[in-house]
């Protein structure tokens, strides 16, 4: 398993250590992902989750693009995968998805998260609400280190259970 992650500084100001473990979990999905075939990207849980390692890339792409480009940005741009019609589309359509161009997608949204983020201050809310509620930057990098934090739990698993590959 490649493995091209920087661990966060023990010491840093706010806003650096956010990131920092933003980026530490970003990379730790690639690294859960690298080396496998597409194939092996596409295998499946265990039934009935739909939930692949790809489906999990193409999730996190639509995570970043919900949170930076439609809350934090109002930017008008469709959802990924036709999620506005089927809530679970990232995930049952890996069966057929391009593993490359799901990789793709998912760092040019990881990029432009990484543009939008850098222009806003910690305490400024989202222009957009979230079912109702003002969500500041702040509270969308823990929210998106959490998402990526669960989702690395099971990509853990899944990596072990394609190749027994385990790690951090």
């Known amino acids: 398993m490649t493995d091209n992650r920087i661990p966060p500084p023990f010491v840093g100001d706010e806003r650096a250590m956010l990131n920092n473990w933003l980026e530490w979990h970003r990379g730790t999905l690639a690294a859960k992902c690298a080396g496998l075939s597409e194939d092996q990207l596409r295998e499946r ?3 009935p989750s739909a939930m692949s390692l790809l489906g999990l890339v193409r999730h996190m792409a639509h995570v970043e693009r919900a949170w930076f480009r439609h809350i934090l940005n109002d930017e008008d741009v469709p959802s990924l995968y036709g999620k506005d019609v089927n809530p679970d589309a990232d995930f049952d359509g890996a ?22 983020s850098a222009e806003v201050p910690l305490d400024a809310v989202g222009r957009r ?40």
């Not at 799901?102 to 990029?111: D, I, K, P, S, T």
């Not at 509270?139 to 259970?161: F, K, P």
């Open 45 to 47: 849980s265990v039934p």
């Open 95 to 116: 069966d057929t998805a391009s593993a490359e161009e799901a990789f793709a997608v998912w760092r040019a949204e990881v990029e432009h998260a990484r543009e939008v």
């Open 129 to 168: 609400k979230r079912r109702g509620q003002d969500c500041s930057h702040r509270w969308i990098l823990v929210h998106m280190i959490e998402e990526y934090a669960r989702h690395n739990g099971h990509a853990d698993l899944l990596r072990e259970r394609i190749d027994g590959v385990t790690g951090e």
